[in-house]
């Protein structure tokens, strides 16, 4: 099926199945941070067990592997890039030369424009390792056609000082200096110069006051010079790889028209308030509208999801105590279990952990539990401790019942709340006295850029 793609979407899945979905010629410029190379945290941004595990097989083939990974969806990039579009691919070193072999054979050399290094000069460093600090990463500029007229606005930017240059003017078919009647030489100061492919930003620094908290944000001002350079008002912008949605944030700003795919719903949930915040109406398309969408999801993902959707908070310190957050209101306990058939040990297991953490009631959610496990509830009923088991259908036909149904703004502060509270810590082990943590805490708790 061939699709015109809506602007104003943002796809919920892996990139390449949607990429190859897009009609030919649909974007005006495309912006991608893949996960890299070097990093196995990239995709590991929950911290979960058996996601670590599935990211290491899936680069465990080296390099190579990485490149066959990055290849189909680098082709059909292309596909869809207009004749006149451009792409920037924002790789690292470990990668970076790699990368530039395909784009080469993919988008034709001819067509590479740039190497733009973007110098981040403020980056704390580990003076432990015997190298030198590493303060840039890659971004390779590439047009679909050079010989087409593509669009390349050229930038300037301020000089660290005014200078003196010359004035000069065309006498008797020579360029000569220009002078006033005393015959005294003519300058003028200049505050400006042309940008250049060295792109000094400082990278974002965790009292940012557009930090998110997710792992591999880029900073706006990066994502304002790839847009304003190489596309106009109006244009289609397309970022593959969103993350916590800069490219699409900045593309809506500078009043680009835009279209976002992130496999990650989590991420998406951060891109749909960051949206919300500046304006931008989104429509998340494949997000998730059924229990059989939650099966599929990574484990951390889905923790994510059902804590989300009964506004609970997440527990900081999970192995601490063996639960996973807490309810919006009273702050009681919940398990949440990605598993058809949830049975009596589970259920044995979270009593004791409840008993220790001190609640009186606690909630485990799953798909579907078994005659067992309402027998171990109902015996601890008997004893004073209730444990509602919640069934994952549940969360959908009475949507958000478990717990009181906070108003628009309780929402709104309680998604913000906690990134206040993280940036005033740095960090969510410092939060909390009490265990308060939210998405975007949990983004940030193993990070790794
Ligand atoms: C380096 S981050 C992008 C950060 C982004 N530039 C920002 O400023 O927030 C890469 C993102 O790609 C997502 N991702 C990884 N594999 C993907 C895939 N196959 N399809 C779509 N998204 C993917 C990850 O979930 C992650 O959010």
């Known amino acids: 099926m061939t699709l015109f793609p809506r602007t104003g979407v943002i796809y919920r899945n892996d990139n390449l199945p949607v990429l190859r979905q897009f009609a030919d010629e649909s974007f005006d410029l495309v912006y991608l941070d893949p996960p890299f190379f070097s990093d196995r945290h990239y995709e590991v941004i929950w911290g979960d067990e058996s996601e670590i595990r599935s990211f290491e097989d899936r680069w465990k083939g080296g390099i190579g592997h990485y490149i066959d990974w990055m290849r189909p969806r680098l082709e059909e990039l292309h596909r869809v890039l207009k004749p006149t579009g451009s792409i920037y691919l924002h790789c690292d070193p470990h990668a970076s030369h790699y990368l530039k072999v395909a784009m080469d054979s993919i988008f034709d050399a001819d067509n590479f ?3 733009i290094i973007w110098h981040y000069y403020n980056k704390m460093h580990d003076r432990r390792k015997k190298m030198f600090p590493r303060a840039t990463d890659t971004l390779l500029f590439y047009v679909k056609d050079a010989r087409a007229n593509f669009t390349f606005n050229q930038l ?3 000089r660290d000082k005014p200078v003196r240059q010359l004035l000069r003017t065309k006498r008797d078919g020579k360029m000569v200096n220009k002078k006033d009647a005393q015959g005294h030489v003519q300058y003028k100061v200049s505050t400006e110069r042309v940008m250049d492919n060295v792109w000094r930003i400082p990278a974002l620094q965790p009292a940012a006051s557009e930090k998110l908290g997710y792992p591999t944000q880029k900073p706006e001002a990066l994502l304002r010079r790839v847009i304003e350079a190489s596309s106009n008002r109006g244009d289609v912008v397309l970022d593959p790889f969103c993350g916590c949605g800069t490219a699409v944030a900045v593309a809506h700003l500078l009043k680009r028209q835009w279209v976002g795919i992130e496999i990650s719903p989590t991420a998406i949930d951060i891109i749909t308030a960051r949206m919300g915040k500046i304006g931008a109406v989104v429509e998340i398309e494949n997000g998730i509208d059924t229990v059989e969408d939650l099966k599929g999801l990574a484990p951390r993902e889905f923790q994510n999801f059902i ?3 009964v506004y609970g908070t997440h527990n900081p310190r999970r192995p601490e105590f063996g639960i996973d957050g807490f309810s919006f ?17 589970v259920v044995d297991k979270f009593e004791t952990a409840i008993r220790r953490y001190g609640a009186h009631k606690g909630y485990i959610i799953g798909f579907t539990f078994t005659p067992g496990a309402y027998e171990e509830a109902a015996r601890a ?3 004073g401790l209730e444990i509602a088991l919640i069934e994952v259908k549940s969360l959908f036909e ?9 108003s628009a703004s309780q929402l709104e502060a309680d998604l913000y709340q ?3 509270v993280r940036l005033a810590t740095q960090g969510p082990e410092k939060v909390t006295s009490r265990p308060r943590v939210s998405v975007e805490d949990l983004a940030s708790s193993d990070t790794s850029t």
């Open 418 to 420: 906690a990134v206040r």
């Open 329 to 345: 209101m009273e702050q009681l306990p919940i398990e949440v279990k990605q598993q058809e058939h949830v049975g009596r040990p």
């Open 113 to 115: 424009r740039n190497e």
């Open 307 to 309: 804590i989300k959707r």
């Open 381 to 383: 009923r008997s004893e």
């Open 398 to 406: 009475v949507a958000r019942e478990i717990v009181p149904r906070p």
């Open 156 to 158: 300037k930017e301020r």
